[in-house]
């Protein structure tokens, strides 16, 4: 059995469970998503079971985690934040279980916010030496977006499966008409995730632009938002959705959205290699995007797939620019048709799903040494010595 071991993520996360455990499932192995939640298992999704544990706090729950995955005794925890990684590596050298860590972000930059500035180098640097020795102790490392492997050490097995674009079958397509148009704004969203900036350029775009929010925010900023908007004279032209299944939300986006917004606001490392699911949610259901030109992966793949704008997205008049120029219906469909074939293509998720699976098929080999398994995992730009 292939264990998923999360600290944080939710059961049905898009990456951990319906991307990496539903193709591992796909590919003949039994899964199991281990995660927060009320505690028993849940319903399967994506051919993946879910067992969840209770617990007041993060922390708290870390024991129980690591006592369910030594009795699971699966053959490979993949573990999916920096805190389940350490309950891995411990509970994989109990039970025998081969160990992978899923890296999805840049984690010594998360701390900055918290922290004042002088602190964070140490902090940055302390965290780093964690991480390379984690790494060094692990089977593999998997790396979810470019510019995370200068984190660990040329010893460190790594391979790139990136959150490319997850198709399922019978995925609506947004049907492109004149009119005003609606905004969409997918997934978590905050201050920094740029609703200020947004609501701000609602105010400069053509009349009759709507925006629609599908997702939560994740800073406790909502009530923020719904002030400013109502101040601006915006919010009858705002709907705020909330959560949504995956399925409903982009059943739902493919409706009634026209453009799909990439906001995240520069400053922050984690934003400038981001590399997140929502754009390419819009990419699959035929919404062009207007996304930050600082962002390194987003512009990159907007840039060689042509399927957006990409926009000082500090400044409100360059977004309300980019929003008026995509009340054109011509160019929203040529923009749009152009995302719609990418992921479906070079930057659609199967590539790295056989990865993945590749990845696995060396781990469960029988007899197969580590050293091994590292040899069979391609080398990535930008990994230390």
Known sequence: MILLLSAAHPPDDMRVVRKEGAALAAAGWRVMHLCPGAGGPLPPVGGVAIDTVAGRSRLRRLPALYRRAVALRPAVIHASEPDSWAVALLAGARCGARVVLDVHEHYPSRLDGRLPAALRPVARAALRLAMRAMGRAADAVVLAKEGLAADFTARTPLVAVRNHALVPAGLPRREHRDGPITLLHLGAIGVRRGWPQLLAAMALAPAGTRLLVIGRFTDGSEADFREAAERAGLAGRIEVAGWMPA?????????????????????????????????????????????????TGVAGIVRGAGCGVLVDVGSPACIAAAVTALTDRAARVRLGDAGWRAARGPWGWAAEAERLVELYRGLTAPGRARDETAAAVPDLPGKRA
Do not use: S, T, W, Y
């Open 247 to 295: 399925e409903a939300a982009l059943a739902r986006a493919a409706a009634e959205a026209d453009v799909n917004l990439v906001l995240f606001q520069p400053g922050e490392e984690n934003h400038r290699l981001a590399l997140p699911h929502k754009l390419f949610d819009g990419m699959a259901i035929g919404l062009p995007v207007i996304a930050p030109d600082f962002a």
